[in-house]
């Protein structure tokens, strides 16, 4: 394996070895405290523009599982996505031995097949605690063989729901009956099988388009990379379509934050994000507590909402916006993954809330 180094922006550096790719990155780094699932969460193209590092310290034992595709809808059965979205992955120790019944592929030979980096022998336990108390910092992976001639990396300021969004409509499940508009700002795969299943006709557009003079019976905002802010004319679309119709909305973590603009509310950075199988939220009116899968960077200001929207849900460590509703129309949202994918599923029913607002 080649030396390689993690350099972050304030100048700490943490040395391990590559055992993916062989090309120098750069990205904001950020962490992961969940137990597995890294198929899933490397295909996820809400991890675009980012060095995504593992807390749980072993990693690869299990393998990955093929890039098999659903033949009649052609949507990924085991994978979030079609390709890798993270720009690297940082572990603690690479198992270079897998074992599972529907590995087709080690870790080692997905990263290089796909040439992303990865590296182990990292002390992610104390890159996590320098994360925590510094906040999320940009950083460069670096082989000592090679020298230091990337540019900084940015991300805030960068529009990465416009380079991960389909580019022309998709339909999945033509013909099934009630018709639900997608809006693609990084959609997990999941999320188009839980519309699927339960027998929707899901219309995939890109995440600027304007559908609000297309025939369908729902809005559903999925979830994607970045900062919402960038996304000022996927806000000012759903605006118009509030205006126009009742129909219902739904958004799932991006679609959260948007739907939150379009209610008046302000977006802001978290420290360091949300990013794990075990955050607990707790739906506001109620004592009931859910454990949920969540991938974010930013949060909703929930205190700038509009006066007929409220909170929907709220997180139990920080107490930051988990999901927002409207108090007359059927508008509601989570931050939080009920798709999961991976992690709990325990909130999928926020699926079956919305289904039944179709009817």
């Not at 950083?139 to 380079?163: M, R, S, T």
Request: hydrophobic share 35%.
């Amino acid at each position: 394996m080649k030396k390689v180094t993690l350099l972050l922006s304030d100048g700490s550096k943490f040395h391990g070895q590559s055992f993916g790719y062989s090309q120098p990155v750069a990205g904001e780094v950020v962490f992961n405290t969940a137990m597995m699932g890294y198929p899933e969460s490397l295909t996820d193209p809400s991890y675009a523009g980012q060095l995504m590092v593992l807390t749980y310290p072993l990693v690869g034992n299990y393998g990955v599982p093929p890039f098999t595709y659903d033949q009649k809808e052609h949507i990924p059965l085991f994978m979030e996505s079609d390709k890798i979205y993270a720009s690297a992955i940082i572990v603690a120790d690479y198992s270079e031995s897998y074992s599972h019944w529907n590995a087709k592929e080690s870790l080692a030979q997905w990263l290089q097949r796909e040439q992303v980096p990865g590296i182990t022998g990292i002390d992610t336990r104390a890159l996590t605690k320098l994360l925590r108390e510094h906040g999320v910092m940009m950083g460069k992976i670096l082989f000592d063989d090679q020298p230091d001639n990337i540019p900084e990396a940015a991300y805030e300021g960068v529009n990465f729901v416009d380079q991960v969004s389909c580019k022309e409509i998709i339909r999945y499940n033509q013909g099934a009956g009630k018709k639900v508009v997608l809006v693609d700002c990084g959609v997990k795969a999941n999320i188009i099988r839980c519309l699927i299943n339960r027998g929707v006709e899901v219309i995939r557009v890109p995440w600027n388009y304007d559908y609000t003079a297309m025939d369908f019976d729902g809005l559903f905002l999925g979830n994607g990379p970045g900062d919402p802010d960038m996304c000022e004319d996927a806000v000012a679309i759903i605006r118009k379509q509030m205006s126009m119709s009742r129909k219902p909305i739904c958004g799932i973590c991006m679609g959260n934050q948007l739907l939150a603009k379009a209610a008046g509310a302000r977006i802001y950075k978290l420290k360091y994000g949300h990013r794990s199988h075990n955050q607990p939220v707790r739906e506001v009116g109620t004592n009931r507590c859910y454990i949920t899968s969540q991938n974010h960077g930013y949060a909703v200001d929930a205190s700038c909402l509009g006066k007929d929207w409220r909170e929907l849900f709220v997180n139990m460590n920080d107490n930051s916006n988990e999901g927002i509703a409207h108090t007359v129309n059927p508008w509601f949202t989570s931050q939080f993954h009920p798709e999961a994918c991976s992690g709990p599923v325990d909130t999928e029913f926020m699926f079956d809330r919305f289904i039944a607002k179709l009817s």
